[in-house]
């Protein structure tokens, strides 16, 4: 059969409509119980690999939290057994410590059993110094909304919370009211786990955690270069400079392991072309982003980068007028008084590096980003 003619006198309209031959209305009587056997094929496989996929994103996780507590057992004097069975990181970052020296910068390293703090020791490997270690089970956190401001000292601690814990009592400050407020909701959610866990695994601290000193010791912060000519050594200082810890301490910031994980969804590289704030010239470099770093490489082919930039605590913008940017497909980064420029080579790419520092910023909420506003100036985005 072929295409028929069907006339409606009534409204003068003729319908065309195509009738199967009884050879095609045969093949597809024939396929439909294949077809229905082919679709529950499809849905059991789908059921199954969805459950792969659950098993192997509960393994990443495991690897990730093993990875980073390798890295912390590497970079922390005085104490052992870091990456015990059991063991998840939850947050590393910097807060105040209330002492009777005033306040002093410490970094608080937050896991599902314990609470470590240390301070930045002057050596040549960058390693952090354990002065004290405090158990979540039985832990109890009060934050006090006008703490010392009526003592004999006359002076204010904002942003502060007290923690109190079976072995001493500390009195701790954030950079900011987000940042404290970050701290709590860990804390909390940690010390409510660990009340239904039996026993807490409390590790050993050695005669490294002696609580002299309070050394505290700021980098200059700039754009870190590796040379070729290092010693590996050096290789290793500079490595562990640019390590997450390191800069959570040089900018007063911290971030947590679910951050640590969404970041690795937010990588990109690509060719970019570099300007300085003071510099005429623009270079072209090949840029990677992951785990909230910018890493330039002189071509795709490198294994090393020349340089590296952290961008927790940058501003990522486009430039304004008094910038004197002239071109297309430009984001600025800035950090106090340092800004960097970076050129796309089109539309495309320029908002993809947009979008993945973007999703970078409203994971952490350290990276802020600045659109300009109607009537000129900037107006700040947290992505939230």
């Known amino acids: 059969m072929g295409p028929a003619a069907l006339r409606n006198n009534s409204v003068g309209e003729t319908y065309c409509f195509y009738i199967p031959s009884p050879k095609i209305l045969c093949v597809v009587t024939d396929l439909t119980p294949n077809l229905f056997l ?39 004097i005085g104490i052992e057994n870091l990456t015990a069975p059991g063991r998840e990181f939850i947050r590393e970052g910097c807060l105040y410590k209330l002492t009777k020296k005033g306040l002093q910068q410490r ?34 956190l009060i934050v006090l909304d006008a703490p010392v401001e009526e003592s004999e000292n006359e002076w204010s601690v904002p942003h502060c919370f007290t923690i109190y814990s079976a072995q ?17 909701e860990d804390l909390n959610l940690a010390i409510d786990a660990a009340k239904n866990e039996k026993s807490s695994i409390f590790l050993d601290v050695g ?14 912060e700039s754009e870190d270069d590796m040379n070729s000519s290092r010693t590996s050594l050096d290789k290793q200082t500079h490595h562990r400079a640019n390590t997450t810890m390191h800069v959570c301490w040089h900018r007063n910031t911290s971030v947590s392991m679910s951050d640590h994980s969404l970041a690795v969804e937010n990588q990109l590289s690509g060719y970019l072309l570099r300007k300085f704030k003071n510099s005429n010239g623009w270079q072209k470099l090949w840029v990677v982003f992951t785990n909230f770093c910018l890493f330039f490489y002189k071509t795709h082919q490198d294994d090393f980068p020349l340089a590296s930039l952290p961008l927790l605590g940058y501003t990522v913008s486009t430039p304004e007028d008094s910038d004197s940017i002239h071109k297309d497909y430009v984001f600025k980064l800035q950090f106090k008084s340092h800004v960097y420029f970076f050129r796309a080579e089109s539309e495309y790419t320029f908002e993809r590096w947009m979008e993945v520092i973007k999703s970078a910023a409203s994971t952490t909420g350290r990276i802020i980003l600045l659109i300009p506003k109607e009537g000129g100036g900037l107006v700040e985005m947290n992505g939230k």
Not at 113 to 129: E, H
Not at 168 to 184: D, F, L, N, P, Y
């Open 38 to 76: 082919f679709s529950c094929f499809c849905t059991e496989a789908l059921k199954e690999v969805a459950e792969i996929a659950t098993q192997l994103q509960s393994s990443l996780i495991r690897l990730e939290n093993f990875q980073k507590l390798t890295e912390l057992q590497r970079d922390l």
């Open 107 to 140: 970094m608080f390293f937050l896991f599902s059993d314990m609470l470590l703090y240390t301070s930045k020791g002057v050596t040549a490997t960058n390693q952090f110094k354990v002065h004290g270690q405090l158990p979540l089970h039985g832990m109890i």
């Open 168 to 184: 001493r009592t500390i009195v701790v400050a954030a950079s900011s009211k987000v940042e404290m407020g970050k701290w709590i």
């Open 207 to 220: 005669d490294h955690s002696n609580r002299s000193s309070d050394e505290v010791s700021l980098e200059q």
